[in-house]
Each structure stands twice: as C-alpha cells, then as structure tokens.
C-alpha cells in the first residue's frame, strides 16, 4: 500500500500539510503517518491507490483527552491521557488491519517516550513498533499534542 507523505504543525491547531510535489510512501513511514492521523482524530480518511477510504469513529481521539480544562492545567494528567490515546489508537489500527497488509505497515505496539513542553506547546515523543522493522530512526517522532 502507499500513501502521500505529509507534514504537520501547530500553529491554529493540529494541521496536516501536503507540499505541492508529495512523495509516494510505503512501510515504515506510512505505518507512522497513518498512527498520527489515527492519534489524533475520531475519523480516518486515507487516498489509498486511486481512491479515499474513509472509516468513522475511529481512532485515538486525542482531542476529547486533552480537551478538557482539568487536563490541560495538569502535566500529569496530560500523560496519562497521552497513554490512553496511545492505546487506543494501536488498538483501533490493529482491528483496522487487512490480511494482505505488509508486515512493514502493521503495527505491534507503540510506547510514549516522553511528554515535554516545548516552545508553549505540549509535545509527546512516541516510538512505534512495527511487526517488521525498516529503519529505526523512523518509529521515534515528536507529536504535538496541544498548546499550553
């Protein structure tokens, strides 16, 4: 399967930015943009091949978490909502999972490393472990997750 690679920012909210010439990805690194999208949203929509797939309430959801005015003032809480998005986000992709997904594209599990504030933004450093491993350096990323 392959997918356009994207980047992302904070600046008005969590935002996915395609550049005008995207690259075509597979593997490891489409097994991590498809764990942002799902971390971050209830609704998943993918351009797979020549088509949109799009499956509703699905994913992490992070926003309902962290959302909330009692999470947002407690570091703590922050992380543990960080976690249980973690979880449910592996949980929603390995359900979601065909059987001809390559083993490369297929999640096995995913760690939260670090939840750190930085430059006013809350940001979660997540590893990812896929069923098969292609580069390492690729499954360790910086997610932001919301503004302090």
């Keep these: 399967m392959s997918d356009l690679d ?9 935002q996915i ?9 597979s593997g490891n690194r489409l097994l991590v943009n498809i764990f942002e999208i799902t971390f971050m949203t209830e609704r998943k929509r993918f351009f797979m091949e020549d088509s949109t797939e799009t499956v509703e309430n699905f994913g992490g959801n992070a926003f309902s978490h962290l ?4 999470v947002l003032s407690d570091v703590q809480a922050i992380a543990a909502s960080i976690n249980i998005v973690t979880n449910q ?6 359900a979601d999972e065909k059987n001809n997904t ?10 939260v490393l670090s939840v750190d504030t930085v430059d006013g933004v809350v940001t979660a450093t997540i590893r990812i472990y896929p069923v098969e491993t292609e580069r390492y350096a690729d499954l ?9």
């Design 67 to 70: 959302g909330s005015p009692r």
């Design 17 to 25: 930015e395609i550049s005008d010439n995207p690259g075509k990805i």
């Design 140 to 148: 360790i990323f910086n997610l932001p997750i919301v503004r302090a």
């Design 6 to 14: 994207f980047g992302r920012s904070f600046e008005e909210g969590f």
């Design 102 to 111: 390559p083993a490369t594209e297929r999640i096995d599990k995913a760690e």
């Design 89 to 94: 986000t592996v949980k929603d992709m390995k």
